[in-house]
């Protein structure tokens, strides 16, 4: 069942985390280790102030300055964003980019234990493990950082500090702003529940906020004089429930009301709903959209409302690249997995008691599944977009007890105590390890670019955020408070 080296120490608790996952005799590795307790507290510290996207003020910047006394050449305050920022060290080609993420998500505040319970009520939390995301390429840059300079390497190493992923497309906006205009190849990670490398994608997807205005009155007094703005969700809505059994079955439509009016006795002015659609292919999401449109203008035409949409995010699903996928799987296999402590294993297993599924024959985070498979992933992520402009891979490790899907306040514990970060620490590996490849091996950067144009087959990137657009930095909480 063990796929990595035997050389791997597995220690008790009171060990370092280092100590308990170093593999020794590889370089590249041993460089991670040096720096897997610093990183592993940075990844914490972001854990314990979660902030929502485009408000990673102290997230951001902490890692800014991790990087900064680390050698880097670091830019912040990028394409718009005060909480975007680039992080160099190097010089000329090929470029190879790391990607960083640090939002959290809204209403998922969990300790670090294996039962529902909040840090704060109502406050943000790491339900998809972003502290750990952005900690471990940190981590990862650093170690190839130093390994290329004490083998004088030849290249420039990058990290891209990419705020607001959990909705708000900050990595659109970058894209926008040339920052990946001169990467040769970008290799990503993100949480998950098994250590996994294949050519699977994910889901592209479109959304936004569509407000209603109505005629406020007396709800009881004088209903007549009113046009609801209420009754023209509720009737898009309707309209969007009888859809569904007329779309493609890909297809996902999820919502919410985040504004239904003031009060019961008084004609909603106002309503609106925050929308998002997905489906696997842009260009069948894109006729989907269409006659959602169609849904929110007959919600407007029977209540006598006006209907405005302002546009929120639109990903594109994942371009694989068979290349880096191949570099990444040779990666991981050398970076190996972990075992859990005996602490952790209760942790796991009581954990896993909360799910309410079965997970017999789940891969344990001692196991390296690399192969070519192409799963339909079901989540959506504007590395997506990524993707399209430049040569990306991207896979996961166990940072989550098997079972354990993101968006979760099991993710959220898990993403806080010492799971979350040995799986952060075999992500940095296997980034460093792949770097370290390419830079070895420039010829696969190119070969890489040939796999990335066949994928393409001619097809370009389309979004619906204009290039001239501005970040949307409220996004996170403008549904919220009814703006």
Same mark, same amino acid.
């Given at each position: 069942? @063990? ?154 190493? @990058? ?67 009113? @046009? ?77 409302? @006006? ?177």
């Amino acid at each position: 069942m @063990r796929t990595f080296p035997p050389t791997l120490l597995l220690l008790g608790a009171a060990a370092t985390l280092a100590q308990q996952i170093l593999i020794a005799g590889d370089d590249v590795v041993t460089r991670v280790a040096a720096h897997v307790d610093r990183f592993g507290a940075v990844s914490r510290q972001i854990w314990e102030a979660p902030e929502l996207g485009y408000h990673e003020n102290k997230s951001s910047m902490l890692l800014q300055q991790e990087l900064k006394a680390n050698g880097f050449t670091v830019k912040g305050d990028v394409a718009g964003m005060a909480t975007a920022f680039t992080a160099q060290w190097g010089n000329g080609k090929p470029v190879i980019g790391l990607m960083g993420e640090f939002d959290a998500l809204p209403g998922l505040s969990q300790k670090d234990i294996p039962a529902q319970s909040p840090l704060q009520g109502g406050a943000p939390g790491h339900a998809c493990g972003h502290n750990l995301l952005g900690s471990a390429s940190a981590l990862a840059a650093v170690a190839i950082k130093e390994e290329m300079q004490a083998r004088g390497l030849k290249g420039t190493i @990058r990290y891209y500090g990419t705020p607001a992923e959990e909705g708000g497309g900050g990595k659109i906006y970058m894209i926008h702003g040339g920052l990946f205009a001169d990467v040769d190849a970008v290799l990503a990670w993100h949480p998950g529940d098994a250590n996994r490398v294949n050519l699977g994608s994910n889901l592209a997807n479109n959304g936004g906020f569509f407000r209603f205005h109505g005629v406020a009155a007396h709800a009881a007094a004088a209903p007549d004089r009113g @046009r609801s703005a209420l009754d023209g969700v509720m009737i898009m809505l309707n309209a969007v429930e009888m859809l569904r059994e007329h779309v493609p079955q890909e297809t996902r439509i999820h919502y919410i009301i985040t504004n239904g009016g003031a009060a019961p006795n008084v004609v909603p002015a106002f309503a609106e709903v925050e929308l998002i659609a997905r489906h696997p292919d842009m260009n069948v999401l894109n006729s989907v959209w269409e006659r959602i449109m169609k849904c929110a203008q007959a919600g407007a035409l029977s209540s006598e409302t @006006r209907m405005e949409f302002e546009q929120g995010t639109n990903y594109a699903n994942l371009l694989p690249n068979d290349v880096l996928a191949d570099v990444l799987a040779r990666a991981m296999q050398k970076a190996g997995g972990y075992e859990y402590t005996s602490e952790e294993q209760k942790f796991a297993l009581d954990l896993q008691k909360t799910l309410g599924i079965s997970v017999d024959g789940r891969p344990g985070p001692d196991r390296v599944i690399a192969d070519k498979s192409a799963p339909q992933g079901v989540a959506s992520t504007d590395a997506g977009d990524v993707s399209w402009n430049v040569p990306l891979a991207q896979f996961t490790t166990a940072t989550f007890v098997p079972g354990v899907s993101a968006h979760t306040w099991q993710a959220a514990a898990c993403a806080g105590m010492s799971i979350g970060r040995k799986g952060m620490v075999i992500a940095a590996r296997t980034l460093a390890l792949g770097a370290i490849d390419l830079f070895e091996h420039p010829e696969q950067v190119q070969a890489a670019h040939e796999a990335f144009e066949k994928r393409k087959a001619g097809r370009t990137w389309k979004t619906r955020v204009p290039v001239d657009g501005k970040p949307p930095l409220d996004y996170a909480t403008r549904g919220r408070t009814g703006n």
